[in-house]
Nanobody, 123 residues
Framework: QVQLAESGGGLVQAGGSLRLSCAAS????????MGWFRQAPGKEREFVAG?????????NPADSVKGRFTVSRDNAKNTVYLQMNGLQPEDTAVYYC???????????????WGQGTQVTVSS
């Protein structure tokens, strides 16, 4: 079984930064793509970014986070990160870590989810 545990959320002022972390546990999790989704109040959950074991990454092209958010991972620690800079009130959401066997599946319907961590950006 795979378990994902996020940390690093909180309250930050507009323009500030946060780094989210997600530690994975379970069999061979360090070889699987991992990534991040977010869900704002009243909105559907949306893909933010994903990263392969090799370090290749992808971001939601329709989203405004590209250029402000950076996804990375440490395979030795089975951990994926989301560095968020220039945060804006519209980034306020619950951020979820996700994992699946391929990046394509990760973006559509990941098999494994974390419990989520709240990010609140004040204006």
């Amino acid at each position: 079984q795979v378990q994902l545990a996020e940390s690093g959320g909180g309250l930050v002022q507009a323009g500030g930064s946060l780094r989210l972390s997600c530690a994975a546990s379970g069999r061979t999790t360090n070889v699987y793509p991992m990534g991040w989704f977010r869900q704002a109040p009243g909105k559907e959950r949306e893909f933010v970014a994903g990263i392969e074991w090799s370090g290749g990454s992808t971001y939601n092209p329709a989203d405004s986070v590209k250029g402000r958010f950076t996804v990375s991972r440490d395979n030795a620690k089975n951990t994926v990160y989301l560095q968020m800079n220039g945060l804006q009130p519209e980034d306020t959401a619950v951020y979820y870590c996700a994992l699946d066997v391929s990046l394509a599946r990760l973006q559509l319907r990941p098999a494994y989810w974390g419990q989520g961590t709240q990010v609140t950006v004040s204006s």
